[in-house]
Structures are given as structure tokens and as C-alpha cells.
């Protein structure tokens, strides 16, 4: 029977990422192959060393050399053709004798490998089956625990050599981008990022799924002398990352007002009512991004803890101070991430940090997003049926930050426009009068009958929906972690499958 040349990918360095099918063809094979420098070690020989047999043949295929000159009459060039041919004559005599040869590639066979000098050249005698294998720039993505592309992302993967100017240039293109063979090239690389206002985007990530060894920083931190060779940058693509996809331009000097355009940023994230099923993917994505976590403690609890970021908790009373916080960290080069729960537009972190920004000039040059959530008064009416189908008003009964005579009064509008009302932080331990007095008013312009819908902690294993009707609305049941939603005049009940109350406000209104 005729013999084949197996080009084996072996994945990024672990082996447990070695295919099924790469294990079992390495542990069949006649002959082991494998590049290596002249100190004759080889990471892809390590990798799979867990599958060899240990009576295989092994030819140890060793560059006669790597980045250093030569003395060779055809230079460097010359040296590796005339390697490349006698590596391939190596392997044919095997296959000539019947023997298949298992020739070891790191990553995958096709991509950036040694393996590709070996099949052009044995590919028109011999049978070849080329075995794909786990690529490093898939390994640091995982690394990261961050999307790399999504819907119309385009990635563009470029080695490092390219040279500064032509990486600038590519890498002025807002998709994601990958850069390979980094190790002796990083000052030049380094240096394109920057040209194409890109530093601020770029993750370092070092010997990617090799367990302790494995390193990840952001590019800007990164010492070139400590570049090896298993290193690669990462850029996560626009939509990937939930940034907008705007063409890059060249990164300028730090403004008169102290930020550097293009290194820090903040965004702040809606978490949604409560866990990871409410959380968007976009929002998912940036609070992978980030480097700091900054909000209300128990909302930064929410987000798994990430050891490569900071976590600043604080109280619910120091919004301000809060988002200058997060402001500085930003003009710092930080990637902050300020976490709200439900959308933080609603009654949330939005509008301090955006006040903020706006208040002092030395913000002026730090990017704010929102990224939006799905807010509580979204997650209770969907669990009630849709009491909020037609026009509908969200209202704040906590007087911290506004007197009760403007609650009041806001209150009386809405009752009398005959909206649904959403109520967002209807009580607390120390705030129980406000939601009677609420009844009240309510009462005296809605009917006792009108539905009620007490939503509380939604989304966690606590949650509780309850339909009454503001007639027999009883404030003791309700506290901080409820919303409220009043129906209007044209809201009602009716009964579920399952005989569960459902709370429809209809989307047409009598003339």
C-alpha cells in the first residue's frame, strides 16, 4: 500500500487541544517528524509526546539557521531551499520505502507552519492528508474569554515583519486583526499600532493555552525584551467589542487637557435585572474588554471576577465621585467599564458620568459609551403578560435626589394622562410613606380596580410577580428590590394556560 505524509496540527501548545484524529494518526505512524532549531528542542515534539508510541522512527529536522546570518553561498535564501530539499528527500525515501510519515506542525499545518515547505515539495509523488489543528490566534481569543469577530467583523491576520509602515497602513482598517511573529519585530509593531491609533486596542497574549506560563496584557505595557517567540496581538473586531466601526486614524499627541485620545475610555454597562441570561452580548463583550470594573458593590459582584481586572466597589450614594473616578482611570490608559444594573440610562450610571465628563475640561478628550440593558420595568412586564403595551411613564419615588413635591406632581400628570406607570424604587428600610402617599394620589384619579403588577428581585432565584390591584395594593409587601407597574384606565386581567393572571394594557385607545 502506497505511503502518505500526515501534516499534523497540533494546536497552540496544550495537549488536550490536539484533535481526536491528530492523536490517533501520531500514534500509528511509521515516522515522527519535526523542525527544530540547532538546540534541537521542539515545542511541537513536546506537544504531542503524550501520543507517541516510543519505538516510532523520529526525524528530527534541524534549520541550519533561524535569524542569525550565514556563511552560505546562497545567503539566507539559499541555506533554507537547499534545507527544505534535503528535509524532503528525508521523508521521501521513508515513503518510498512504504513507511507514513506523521510530519508535527504547532498550531495548524497551512497556517504559518513548516509543514507548507514540506508539501510542496512531496505532494506531486506521495499522497498527503493535511490534519487541521487548533491556530494560535484561536487560542488567544479564548485566552481572552473575548469575542474576536461577530455578524460582519472581518478579520485580517499579518505577521509582524511586515515592517512598520505597511502594518500601519493595514491596520488603519477598523476590523479585527491578528498579528502574528511579533517576537524580534515588537518595537516595529508596536510602533504601527500606535501610527494607526490601534495601541489602546491590542492584547498581548503570551504562550496562550500553556497553563501557568500563559500571559496577557494590554500591547502599550508590554517590554520587547521580553517577547519570545509563542506571542501573538489580538484586536477584537467593532461589533466584537461593541465599539463603533469607524475608520482609525493616526493616534495624536495628549491633548491640552491631559488625555491621549485612542488609550482610555469608559463605558458604561446595563447588566440587566439580575444574571448572565440578562445580559446583552454586546454588553458581554465590553466588560471582557475592560481593565477596570467600577459601580455600586453589589452590582460590580455581578460581573465574574476576571484576575487581569480591577474591581472598584462603592457605595449607592457616591455616584458622582464615582464616575470622576472612573474618568481619571481612563485619562490613566484604562479601559473602565461602570456598571448599572438594569439599563444604566434608567435611573442609573449614564447620566453622572456623562455630567461629569462634560463638567471638567480634562475629560474632554476620554470616550463615553453606553451600552444599554434591559431594564426591570422590561423584565417585569414581560413575566406579567405586557401591562405596558401603550404609552407608559417610568417614575423614581426615591426623594434622595428630588423633593417628594416634584414626585407628586409628576405623579398627578401621569395619573391624569392615563399612562401605565412604571415605579422604580418604590420603598426602602427607611422610605415607607412615600409609596402610601403615592397610593393615594393614585386612587383618588384611578380605579380601585385598576391592576397592579409587584415585580421583585426578578431574574434571581427570589423573584416573585404578584397581580393585585391598586385598591388592595399593601405597601408593607413591597420594598427595595420591587418594581412596581400601575395599569391605566384601559389595562386588565386575564388568565394564562396555566391559569396564572396576565396583565394586558392594549395598544389601541378608545376615540
Not at 515534539?45 to 539557521?65: F, T
Request: with cysteine; aromatic share 6%; glycine share 10%.
Amino acid at each position: 500500500m502506497p505511503a502518505t505524509l500526515y501534516g499534523v496540527g497540533l494546536g497552540p501548545g496544550d495537549p488536550e487541544l490536539v484533535t481526536v484524529k491528530a492523536a490517533r494518526l501520531i500514534g500509528a505512524a511509521d515516522v515522527i517528524a519535526y523542525h527544530c532549531a540547532r538546540h534541537g528542542r521542539s515545542v511541537a515534539r513536546s506537544i504531542a509526546e503524550p501520543y507517541l508510541r516510543g519505538d516510532q522512527v523520529e526525524e528530527q529536522l534541524v534549520y541550519p539557521v533561524t535569524t542569525e546570518a550565514t556563511d552560505h553561498p546562497g545567503g539566507y535564501d539559499g541555506a533554507l531551499e537547499e534545507f527544505y530539499a534535503a528535509a524532503a528527500a528525508r521523508l521521501m525515501a521513508h515513503l518510498d520505502a512504504g513507511r507514513d510519515v506523521v510530519l508535527l506542525a504547532e498550531g495548524d499545518p497551512l497556517f504559518y507552519s513548516s509543514y507548507m515547505h514540506m508539501h510542496k515539495r512531496i505532494s506531486e509523488r506521495f499522497a498527503t492528508v493535511i490534519v487541521p489543528g487548533v491556530t494560535s490566534v484561536s487560542a488567544a481569543s479564548a485566552a481572552l474569554a473575548m469575542p474576536l469577530v461577530e455578524g460582519d467583523d472581518v478579520l485580517t491576520v499579518l505577521p509582524g515583519t511586515l515592517g512598520r509602515d505597511q502594518l500601519a497602513q493595514r491596520l488603519r482598517d477598523p476590523g479585527a486583526a491578528a498579528i502574528m511573529k511579533i517576537g524580534r519585530s515588537f518595537e516595529a509593531v508596536r510602533g504601527a499600532l500606535k501610527d494607526s491609533g490601534r495601541l489602546a486596542d491590542a492584547y498581548y497574549v503570551e504562550r496562550a493555552s500553556t497553563g501557568s506560563r500563559q500571559v496577557i496584557e494590554r500591547a502599550g505595557a508590554v517590554d520587547p525584551a521580553t517577547v519570545p517567540y509563542m506571542s501573538l496581538l489580538i484586536m477584537p473586531g467593532p461589533q466584537a467589542s461593541g465599539q463603533p466601526a469607524v475608520a482609525r486614524r493616526p493616534e495624536p499627541h495628549a491633548s491640552r487637557t491631559g488625555a491621549t485620545p485612542g488609550t482610555g475610555r469608559v463605558d458604561v454597562v446595563g447588566l440587566g435585572p439580575a444574571g448572565r441570561d440578562w445580559l446583552t452580548p454586546r454588553a458581554a463583550a465590553v466588560l471582557a474588554a475592560a481593565d477596570d470594573i467600577v459601580g455600586y458593590q453589589p452590582y460590580v459582584a455581578r460581573v465574574p471576577p476576571n484576575p487581569r481586572q480591577r474591581r472598584h466597589g462603592s457605595d449607592n450614594r457616591v455616584e458622582a465621585e464615582r464616575a470622576e473616578f472612573a474618568l481619571d482611570l481612563a485619562l490613566r490608559g484604562r479601559r473602565v467599564a461602570v456598571v448599572s444594573s438594569g439599563d444604566p440610562g434608567v435611573f442609573a450610571m449614564a447620566s453622572p458620568v456623562l455630567e461629569a465628563a462634560a463638567a471638567d475640561a480634562r475629560f474632554a478628550g476620554v470616550p463615553v459609551g453606553v451600552v444599554p440593558g434591559i431594564t426591570a420595568a422590561q423584565a417585569v412586564a414581560g413575566l406579567a403578560g405586557a401591562p405596558l403595551g401603550h404609552d407608559y411613564v417610568m417614575l423614581s419615588l426615591s426623594d434622595r435626589l428630588k423633593p417628594w413635591e416634584v414626585i407628586a406632581r409628576r405623579l398627578a400628570a401621569a395619573a391624569e394622562g392615563d399612562f401605565a406607570i412604571a415605579i422604580y424604587n418604590p420603598a426602602s428600610r427607611s422610605r415607607r410613606q412615600q409609596l402610601i402617599d403615592a397610593r393615594d394620589l393614585l386612587l383618588a384619579r384611578r380605579d380601585a380596580a385598576t391592576p397592579v403588577v409587584i415585580g421583585r428581585a426578578v431574574g434571581t432565584d427570589e423573584q416573585q410577580v404578584t397581580v393585585t390591584t391598586l385598591g388592595e395594593l399593601d405597601p408593607a409587601q413591597v420594598d427595595m428590590r420591587c418594581l412596581l407597574i400601575i395599569g391605566s384606565s384601559q389595562s386588565r386581567v386575564v388568565p394564562g394556560p396555566s391559569g396564572a393572571p396576565r396583565v394586558i394594557t392594549p395598544r389601541r385607545y378608545p376615540a
